[in-house]
């Protein structure tokens, strides 16, 4: 993430959870060649929206201890 711009805050500071899977997220269309992106791509293309509501349905699944 921080070969790619991505600021420390979303890495290891005080962002949210979303907002800093919101960041990741963002980072894997340039990870070509790796397993996540070749299996996630069409996720991780999708609008923000999109996958601001993946991201909250999986944090909330997390929460739950699922």
Not at 29 to 34: C, I, L, R, T, Y
């Amino acid at each position: 993430m921080r070969a790619n711009g991505i600021e420390e805050t979303y890495i290891a500071g005080d962002a949210a959870d979303e907002e800093k899977c919101m960041a990741r997220a963002k980072t894997v269309p340039m990870a070509n060649g790796n397993p996540s992106h070749d299996a996630n791509a069409g996720l991780f293309l999708a609008k923000d929206d999109v996958l601001r509501e993946f991201i909250h349905s999986m944090i909330e699944v997390a929460s739950a201890g699922l």
